[in-house]
């Protein structure tokens, strides 16, 4: 595929985006709607590559899913009712997916072989496999179970109390899920507190989970019986408006239904540190999910510092950010976020790697990044999403404020969270 040529040099967006469903909680809606008892239906799932994946892997291990558009049902067997794949679990590019899915596979007594596309063959592993062999399951991978294909025998798990080297959101929902079914207590003691949807949907499909602190708590047996769950729209997807509306001239755009869940909001509380133009209708949580609508406005924007127990709640945002940064007055430092080398990309230096070739003024260092803003209108050039959707839609919003055209290489990845980013974008364009 061609590169993709980039709208750019805007003067003005305008109008409302109601962003897809929430990658997260869609990806866990199908899993904990599998291990429940029932049928459980669920709104406003996001067909994004990457939750498409889970559905096939969950259809592979003998539960039957049915999806409409964003529309899906869930025959939940239980997790005893799941079935040992007759073939590998392909997760494609989803993170989420092979990390809550070897929670879930090292409680049940067969076998299961795990392999993904070329981007999750560089994804560290052992940060899951380590704590999940300590309950007992026998996990094998590729050097010594870092990497993907993983095998995995499980059976009887021991609860165990595992205290996280690194926050991660992924690690601590599989050693959650696996405590479900192990004998005993399990609970996870995390540096900083992470996005909780995995706690939210244990207490939505009736189980207990008990947060003190940094510690979150399962105890093993419990039985999940089937619900419904209304999907809000995701915040990491309209992170991208939310910047575009503040940095483009003579903007004002309104994002409708999305979620709003403290631990994801960090992006909300850097542009109003920032100076942004922003307001925020916030209503009921249905579905256990606070959400709301937010309206951003062109704003005159500073620079900032982010560290510390802010990064988790905005670990997927900082491409974004980044963007913002570089057209604030003054320095923004992003820092404690070495979580960013292994995403998707190693997500610093691909930042840095892109936006300087629009003309950023941008630097990498060891655990993040310094942007200086403001110190020159971005030019145009052929980019690349380095097969990350997240780059590149953040490329896509910083084409519009270009002087010259910009292509995008690989911009099919942006279909892993968000299938019609691009359509939704023009629609905001004044003609």
Known sequence: MGAKKLISNKSSLNGAVKVPGD???????????????????????????????????????????????????????????????????????????????????????????????????????????????????KIAGRNDGEYTPLSIAGGALEGIEYKLPVASAQVKSAILLAG????????????EKTRDHTERMIRMFGGEVTSEGNAVSVQGG????????????????????????????????????????????????VLKAMGADLSIEEYGAES????????????????TILSGNLIPRLIDEIPIIALLATQAEGKTVIKDAAELKVKETNRIDTVVHELKKLGANIEATEDGMIIHGKSSQLKGGIVSSHGDHRIGMMLAVAALMCREEVFLEQSQAVAVSYPHFFDDLHSLFLI
């Open 23 to 137: 990658k997260s909680i869609s990806h866990r809606a199908v899993m904990f709607g599998s291990i429940a008892s029932g049928v459980t239906t669920v709104e406003n799932f996001l067909p994004g590559e990457d939750c498409l994946s889970t559905i096939a892997c969950f259809s592979k291990l003998g539960v039957r899913i049915h999806r409409d558009g964003s529309h899906v049902t869930v025959e939940g067997t239980g997790l005893e009712g799941l079935q040992e794949s007759e073939t590998i679990l392909d997760v494609g590019n989803s993170g989420t997916t092979i990390r809550l899915l070897m929670g879930i596979l090292s409680g049940r007594p067969f076998h299961s072989v795990l392999v993904g596309d070329q981007s999750i063959g560089k994804r560290p592993m052992t940060r899951v496999t380590r704590p999940l062999a300590q309950m007992g399951a």
């Open 180 to 191: 479900l079914q192990a004998n005993g207590m399990t609970t996870v003691i995390e540096p």
């Open 222 to 269: 419990q039985k999940l019986t089937a619900t419904h769950v209304n999907v809000p729209g995701d915040i990491s997807s309209a992170a991208f408006f939310l910047v575009a509306g503040a940095i483009v001239p003579n903007s004002q755009i309104k994002l409708t239904n999305v979620g709003l869940n403290p631990t994801r909001t960090g992006i909300l509380d």
């Open 288 to 303: 256990g999910e606070p959400a709301g609508n937010i309206t951003i406005k062109t704003s005159s924007l500073t620079g």
